[in-house]
């Protein structure tokens, strides 16, 4: 006899990295067929399959101590939902770390369709990371944002200074130290559009995955998301414009150096020619 799936109906959203995915978990959150667990970014598959050592017991603890504990007003929580969300932590920070743990982290899930994960280190897995992921599912659906290459790394470059209190540097760097950081793994890997693409369609069914632009997600709000709401086979919601409206996570505003698109220009184009053979027509206005 097989084992059934573990994960049951299992919805992913891997990236890429300041693409609109953290707008599209604020606003999925509010359709009531999409379950999703205290923290929106896992990493379990990027854990087990890429750096072992990541959800280590300190990390996990100090993600607690810091992101999850601060959150319960003892003036407005309702103690329910406060014993709920210490019995995720309670799961959190459970041992082993493997498929049974994560799929506890979805143990509240009540009539919901999928559990849902948006963990953009995702977007780094091999294929056959993927094609382990399908087979431990009774339906996998996985979402891929793509943004113009050039203001992605430019936004993701002020958002690490940003988080590392080095914004200086936006002021003081020259061509050749920005180039050096771009390059960093941390950084250049999210600009590998056509890599992802690839294992995506190396492992998974075409009905599996969709690929959406971030910039055709923001002149399309409604139109998009009802997109994925077909691709996920839910029901449309509508969502409230004062949600739609909002931004999340931005960078702090700072020009671009006329510069910085040259640093990067012959693999951005290299970057584009994969994405076009993967069968995408890119949007007008990319860098």
């Given at each position: 006899?097989?084992?059934?799936?573990?994960?049951?109906?299992?919805?992913?959203?891997?990236?890429?990295?300041?693409?609109?995915?953290?707008?599209?978990?604020?606003?999925?959150?509010?359709?009531?067929?999409?379950?999703?667990?205290?923290?929106?970014?896992?990493?379990?598959?990027?854990?087990?399959?890429?750096?072992?050592?990541?959800?280590?017991?300190?990390?996990?603890?100090?993600?607690?101590?810091?992101?999850?504990?601060?959150?319960?007003?003892?003036?407005?929580?309702?103690?329910?939902?406060?014993?709920?969300?210490?019995?995720?932590?309670?799961?959190?920070?459970?041992?082993?770390?493997?498929?049974?743990?994560?799929?506890?982290?979805?143990?509240?899930?009540?009539?919901?369709?999928?559990?849902?994960?948006?963990?953009?280190?995702?977007?780094?897995?091999?294929?056959?990371?993927?094609?382990?992921?399908?087979?431990?599912?009774?339906?996998?659906?996985?979402?891929?944002?793509?943004?113009?290459?050039?203001?992605r790394l430019w936004?993701?470059?002020?958002?690490?200074?940003?988080?590392?209190?080095?914004?200086?540097?936006?002021?003081?760097?020259?061509?050749?130290?920005?180039?050096?950081?771009?390059?960093?793994?941390?950084?250049?890997?999210?600009?590998?559009?056509?890599?992802?693409?690839?294992?995506?369609?190396?492992?998974?069914?075409?009905?599996?995955?969709?690929?959406?632009?971030?910039?055709?997600?923001?002149?399309?709000?409604?139109?998009?998301?009802?997109?994925?709401?077909?691709?996920?086979?839910?029901?449309?919601?509508?969502?409230?414009?004062?949600?739609?409206?909002?931004?999340?996570?931005?960078?702090?505003?700072?020009?671009?150096?006329?510069?910085?698109?040259?640093?990067?220009?012959?693999?951005?184009?290299?970057?584009?020619?994969?994405?076009?053979?993967e069968g995408y027509?890119?949007?007008?206005?990319w860098t």
């Amino acid at each position: 006899m097989s084992t059934p799936p573990v994960f049951g109906n299992l919805f992913l959203s891997i990236g890429a990295m300041k693409a609109g995915t953290t707008w599209l978990y604020a606003v999925l959150a509010r359709n009531p067929a999409l379950h999703f667990a205290m923290e929106k970014e896992i990493h379990y598959f990027y854990h087990r399959h890429v750096d072992p050592s990541f959800l280590s017991e300190e990390r996990r603890m100090t993600e607690v101590r810091d992101r999850y504990v601060p959150r319960f007003d003892p003036k407005t929580s309702h103690i329910d939902v406060v014993r709920q969300n210490f019995r995720w932590i309670s799961a959190y920070l459970d041992r082993p770390i493997d498929d049974v743990w994560y799929a506890n982290l979805f143990q509240v899930r009540g009539p919901q369709v999928y559990a849902c994960d948006f963990s953009n280190l995702n977007a780094h897995l091999p294929t056959e990371a993927w094609r382990s992921i399908r087979h431990q599912t009774d339906r996998l659906r996985v979402l891929y944002t793509m943004r113009d290459p050039v203001k992605r790394l430019w936004s993701h470059t002020k958002f690490h200074l940003e988080v590392t209190n080095e914004l200086d540097k936006l002021e003081t760097w020259t061509a050749d130290e920005f180039h050096q950081f771009l390059r960093k793994p941390h950084i250049w890997n999210n600009a590998e559009y056509g890599g992802v693409l690839r294992r995506l369609r190396e492992a998974l069914d075409p009905e599996q995955y969709k690929v959406i632009f971030y910039e055709d997600m923001h002149a399309d709000q409604r139109g998009t998301l009802r997109g994925i709401e077909t691709f996920l086979d839910v029901p449309a919601v509508d969502y409230p414009q004062d949600l739609l409206d909002k931004r999340f996570t931005e960078s702090v505003r700072h020009k671009m150096p006329d510069f910085f698109p040259e640093l990067v220009a012959g693999d951005i184009a290299r970057i584009r020619a994969e994405i076009e053979a993967e069968g995408y027509e890119i949007p007008g206005g990319w860098t």
